[in-house]
């Protein structure tokens, strides 16, 4: 009877930091292939050195990409947005930071889509 329930004491935490570790290897993996995925797909527009990604993937699922874009004009904004938008898996969300000289030229669809203008 002391035999199995040493075995379970023993590899009990030994199991559990197995497969947390198993999750956050997932999790970078994921990751990691999102963020080669977008840039595959930026890489089209020519704007290298323009945008700065931030990629966050859920130990679980979902996740959060970052474009900062403030160097760029209004319109390559959109084709960035008409870009990636495709190619983001179900659960994982875009956000676009982007610089603007007045909040009130801008149209209504790009509030939607900009999170943050400053």
Excluded at 8 to 27: E, S, Y
Excluded at 36 to 57: N, P, Q, Y
Excluded at 92 to 111: D, F
């Amino acid at each position: 009877m002391r035999s199995p329930l040493a075995f379970v004491v023993v590899a009990g935490p030994m199991a559990l930091l197995m497969v947390t570790m198993l999750a956050l290897n997932r999790r970078d993996g994921r990751r990691d292939a999102l963020r080669a995925t977008i840039g595959v797909a930026l890489r089209e527009l020519g704007l290298r050195g323009m945008i700065a990604i931030h990629v966050r993937a859920g130990v679980w699922g979902g996740g959060c990409v970052t474009l900062d874009m403030r160097l760029c004009a209004h319109p390559e904004v959109w084709q960035a947005i008409d870009c990636v938008r495709p190619v983001l898996p179900t659960g994982v969300t875009l956000r676009v930071v982007a610089t603007s000289p007045c909040r009130a030229q801008l149209p209504p669809p790009l509030h939607r889509a900009i999170v943050e203008v400053l």
